[in-house]
């Protein structure tokens, strides 16, 4: 089956953190699949805001033309809308009593939006939130609030990882329902191994209802084991990692 577009969202496993522009799995399948490529992945990015900004995104695209992509992320990431555009907080944002977040406008790879779609835009954003200082006060205040009340989860909610799931995959099983429903050709590829049958995955989430109803003939398992990722100081895929996650997601095609 042929293509016209690759559509592809996830977060920093799937936007390519630590390697060279073309170096990407997103940009190695693109030239793989002979497509042409729409990349959403964020750093950071919640499965809240990839449901979000997939959704608002691919109503542009045609079904029959476009196979979609999405690389799963963390559970543990909450989505923050603010102006035009959604930011994330994570776990690497409590504890510290942070009061600043310029690392979340640093670059178009931090932030999503739904109305704006190209990289120039996305840069936009970030410039006038952070160079008005009132503005950029009142984006920290937000995300702070944020932060405060994560960090009250934490402390307060003893049933958190539960709670933070069932949010995961209903994300992810809605827009897995969004995409039958338009009849897109689709794959989620599972960094987190939470579809793994082992004790950190598949037995551990079959609590969660939708999780049991989401087809597992669309996940796209990743064993990073396999990969030089396990190696190396980032934990993200290498470029040579993603030549061969391009070419595992092709072999499924």
Avoid at 51 to 62: A, E, M, Q, R
Avoid at 69 to 88: F, H, M
């Amino acid at each position: 089956m042929s293509f016209k577009n690759l559509y592809v969202n996830g977060c920093s496993f799937t936007a390519g953190d630590n390697v060279e522009e073309g170096e990407t799995w997103p940009e190695n399948l693109a030239k793989l699949t002979n497509t042409v490529l729409h990349q959403d992945a964020r750093n950071g990015n919640s499965m809240e805001t990839i449901f979000h900004v997939t959704l608002n995104n691919l109503i542009n695209f045609s079904p029959e033309d476009t196979l979609v992509i999405i690389g799963q992320t963390w559970k543990e990431r909450y989505s923050v809308p603010y102006k035009e555009c959604l930011v994330n907080i994570t776990p690497a944002d409590v504890g510290h009593n942070k009061q600043t977040f310029q690392e979340k406008l640093s670059t178009f790879r931090r932030i999503s939006s739904t109305i704006h779609k190209d990289k120039y835009s996305l840069s936009e954003i970030s410039k006038s939130i952070f160079n008005q200082k009132s503005e950029y006060s009142n984006f920290n205040r937000v995300l702070k609030s944020y932060v405060d009340y994560y960090e009250s989860l934490i402390e307060y909610d003893t049933n958190l990882e539960y709670n933070q799931a069932l949010f995961h995959f209903n994300y992810l099983y809605s827009l897995e329902n969004f995409l039958i429903l338009n009849k897109y050709n689709y794959y989620f590829i599972d960094f987190q191994e939470y579809f793994k049958d082992a004790p950190g995955g598949i037995g551990k989430y079959r609590k969660v209802e939708v999780f049991n109803k989401i087809d597992k003939s669309r996940i796209i398992p990743m064993q990073w084991e396999d990969f030089k990722t396990a190696k190396n100081s980032t934990s993200h895929p290498t470029a040579e990692d993603c030549i061969e996650i391009a070419n595992i997601i092709k072999q499924r095609l």
